[in-house]
């Protein structure tokens, strides 16, 4: 367990995460408090804050401390607040939301730094959400690869078949998005603004093809990197906890939310940040 000045912090995996200790976010945090959370935030990549019953306006004001806050372009959020989306499965629907290894958005010229997810109610088992350290992944290539992707740029949509479905089935879409794909293109190797490292970004969710590959020729040097990214060295899990606050840095994480807990309801509240 390491100890900030704030609080304490307990390793979720060797590879990504921590569980804080000793925060109550029901309040405003002081500027001491946020510096030690976003340095927190830059190491462990991945922040799990047990505990917090949150009002609505609570997350969002927490949220709005870490950074500008976005509406998520493919739904809807709370009637009140719209940068709030609800996530939610029912018992009688078999899939879940983002069912898929990804990170959020990539298909938006700007992706979000990070996404705050808030577990509202949960079923008596199943639902974790896996991670992955996706500098880890970076660093564990060969030099020969790392040198044919540092040059690439890969194309990212929100139209790949199995999540736009997914998605469709899962959240009332918003006005903005209707039957629009959104598209944008980004570095294969994303350097992080604030740590300077290196992160694989790509992901099976998002990722097409090289702007400079067919979709053939892309396909196998795509898949190469998908099955390694998530390698068990680079990743880590939660198991939920009701009240439960988990905070990843979108830059550099993949995440996995499990769909083993059919017949049963589980809600989460989402905030995106810019």
């Known amino acids: 367990m390491l100890n900030y000045c704030s609080f304490s912090i307990e390793p979720l995996s060797h590879a990504v995460g921590g569980v804080i200790r000793g925060l109550d976010l029901t309040q405003e945090v002081d500027s001491r408090v946020l510096r030690d959370i976003q340095n927190a935030w830059f190491r462990y990549l991945v922040l799990v804050f047990e505990g917090q019953e949150l009002t609505p306006g609570q997350q969002l004001n927490f949220a709005r401390q870490l ?22 499965k029912l018992p009688h629907e078999r899939r879940n939301f983002g069912g898929v290894w990804h990170s959020d958005t990539t298909y938006l010229p700007h992706p979000p730094s990070g996404t705050l997810l808030l577990a509202r109610e949960l079923p008596p088992s199943g639902g974790d959400t896996q991670f992955a350290n996706m500098y880890l992944a970076y660093d564990a290539l060969s030099d020969q690869t790392k040198q044919v992707i540092n040059k690439l740029i890969v194309i990212q949509s929100s139209a790949k078949p199995r999540v736009a479905k997914g998605r469709s089935e899962k959240v009332q879409i918003g006005a903005r998005a209707g039957d629009t794909e959104l598209t944008a293109e ?8 604030i740590t300077g ?3 694989l970004y790509v992901n099976p969710a998002h990722s ?9 020729e892309s396909e196998q040097l795509l898949n190469t990197l998908f099955e390694h990214q998530i390698n068990p060295a680079f990743t880590g899990s939660y198991r939920w906890k009701k009240g439960a606050m988990v ?15 059919h017949g049963y309801k589980r809600v989460m509240h989402r905030i995106t940040i810019a």
Request: glycine share 4%; with cysteine; hydrophobic share 35%.
């Open 186 to 193: 980004h570095p294969v190797v994303r350097v992080h603004p």
């Open 208 to 216: 097409v093809r090289f702007t400079t590959m067919t979709s053939i």
């Open 247 to 261: 905070l990843w840095d979108n830059r550099c994480v993949q995440h996995y939310p499990l769909n083993d807990y």
């Open 67 to 88: 950074g500008r806050v976005v509406q998520y372009p493919m739904a809807q959020g709370l009637p009140n607040y719209p940068e709030i989306v609800p996530v939610v």
């Open 197 to 199: 490292k290196r992160a």
